[in-house]
């Protein structure tokens, strides 16, 4: 494969960028080698600089459910755009998009749109904090909210002990009222309060996480969540900003039977524009600014190009909710021929899948938290990704992500990544 130009892009980034890219995942630090520079998107490809195809399974991690640059979308950007790009005023597309998804996720009652999952999630829990008047948040291990300061807490050597940060630049302060518990594990849940009896402002989670790899939380495991959030007077936030209109229509939380207190959103919801909102009950959201005293504002936040292309999405979903079953479909159909393949070369892996969401773990365990997820061979991933690059499917260059099917994956993609997978497990293994 030819990836000079790439090669050549890099060399030059990384003098002015830090590591070279904007966010780093996208460096290939963890699967070694050089990132490749994407030039377009179409359906289900995506194309480098130096022309090589790739059938995508990142979909720019999780907004591209329809595939890259679908039409409704791309028509709805271009009508918006006629009109100009900002006013910093309200406008019609806001109330738009603040009705439909109300409709579509039966807990949000109101909601206020920002510019990414990070500002979503960050805003959510200063909301539940000023609610409740109270601190302390717990939040799971291996669950990832985005970078703010105090989501970037690892847990000490037990469930009780306070958190300490992650990454340099979170200072002490920031950290401390951060509580880690287990994911999937309830006790350890029930420790954290006990300890913190009346001080907890929050309990924060994806039920489904795709951030350390597809995990689903445990239909108890939710329900006595939520229960326990409901006995101590403590907000539930379900983290949706990668499940959100991806695994159902109104998300985890209509997949899993359980309402969130508060719900964050990502991804989809700008239909490919850099867009997050968080939502719940009316009477948290009533505590933001202008209508209480929680401040959370943004400049460009309900812009009417991304509304445009949000709302574009979220309607193409509203009419269309057939779209999960054919994701369904798919997906199942890719994991079908992954496990075939894993049953032809007599090897055992795991893959964990929930609808158009999967991974695809180099350990023979099930995954099911934090510490079985990181039992995986992130290294053996690495070479599969290569091995799987070289034929023309471009996986996450990390083991501990999705890979997201979308409605554009052809039957014929589809058969070419299970005999791609077939050739590279082969090669890896
Ligand atoms: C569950 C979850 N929450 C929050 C975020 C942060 O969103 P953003 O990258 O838009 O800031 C992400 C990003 O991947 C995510 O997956």
């Known amino acids: 494969m030819n990836i000079e130009k790439s090669k050549k892009l890099f060399k030059e980034a990384i003098k002015y960028i830090p590591g070279g890219v904007n966010s780093p995942v996208r460096a290939f630090k963890s699967v070694g080698g050089d990132p490749l520079f994407i030039k377009k998107g179409s359906g289900s490809k995506i194309y480098d600089v ?10 720019s991690w999780g907004p591209h459910i329809f595939g890259h640059n679908p039409s409704f979308i791309k028509a709805a950007l271009l009508n918006a755009i006629e009109n100009g790009t900002s006013f910093g005023a309200p406008t019609e597309l806001e109330v738009k998009i603040a009705k439909l998804i109300t409709e579509l996720v039966p807990s949000v009652e109101m909601v206020r749109m920002v510019n990414s999952g990070t500002e979503a999630t960050m805003s959510a829990v200063r909301a539940a904090r000023g609610y409740t008047g109270k601190d302390k948040i717990v939040k799971f291990e291996g669950c990832y909210h ?5 989501f970037l807490i690892k847990a ?9 940060p992650t990454s340099p630049g979170v200072t002490k302060s920031n950290a401390a009222d951060t509580l880690i518990a287990d994911f999937n594990n309830i006790e350890s849940v029930k420790n954290l309060i006990k300890a913190n009896k009346n001080e907890i402002a929050a309990v924060i989670i994806e039920a489904i996480v795709g951030n350390m790899g597809v995990v689903k939380a445990d239909d108890k495991f939710i329900k006595e969540l939520r229960t326990l959030c409901d006995e101590e007077k403590i907000v539930l936030i379900i983290d949706e900003v990668m499940t959100g209109f991806r695994v159902a229509k109104g998300g985890t939380q209509e997949l899993l039977g359980v309402n969130a207190d508060l719900s964050t959103f990502g991804k989809i919801i700008g239909g490919g524009l850099p867009v997050g909102a968080f939502g719940g009950r009316k009477e948290i959201m009533e505590m933001i600014a202008p209508a ?15 509304m445009s292309a949000g709302l574009a999405a979220l309607n193409y979903i509203k009419d269309n909710p057939d779209i999960y079953n054919k994701l369904e479909e798919k997906s199942a159909y890719l994991e079908a021929g992954i496990k075939e393949n894993l049953k ?10 929930v609808g158009s969401m999967l991974t695809l773990f180099f350990t023979k365990e099930e995954v099911k938290d934090f510490n079985s997820a990181v039992k995986s061979d992130a290294k053996i991933y690495g070479k599969y990704f290569h ?6 499917v471009y996986l996450p260059p990390a083991q501990f992500e999705a890979f997201f099917v979308s409605t554009a994956h052809s039957k014929e993609d589809l058969d070419k990544t299970i005999k791609a997978n077939y050739e590279a497990l082969r090669k890896v293994l």
Not at 50 to 59: A, H, K, Q, S, V
Not at 146 to 150: I, K, L, Y
Not at 387 to 392: I, N
């Open 156 to 164: 000490g050597s037990g469930a009780l002990t306070l958190g300490i």
């Open 387 to 392: 091995e799987m690059l070289k034929r023309g």
């Open 50 to 59: 130096d022309g090589n195809e790739f059938i995508d399974y990142i979909g």
């Open 292 to 306: 209480g005293p929680v401040y959370q504002a943004g400049t460009l936040s309900g812009n009417p190009l991304a």
């Open 344 to 353: 032809q070369i007599n090897k055992k892996l795991t893959l964990n899948r």
């Open 146 to 150: 985005g970078h703010a300061d105090f």
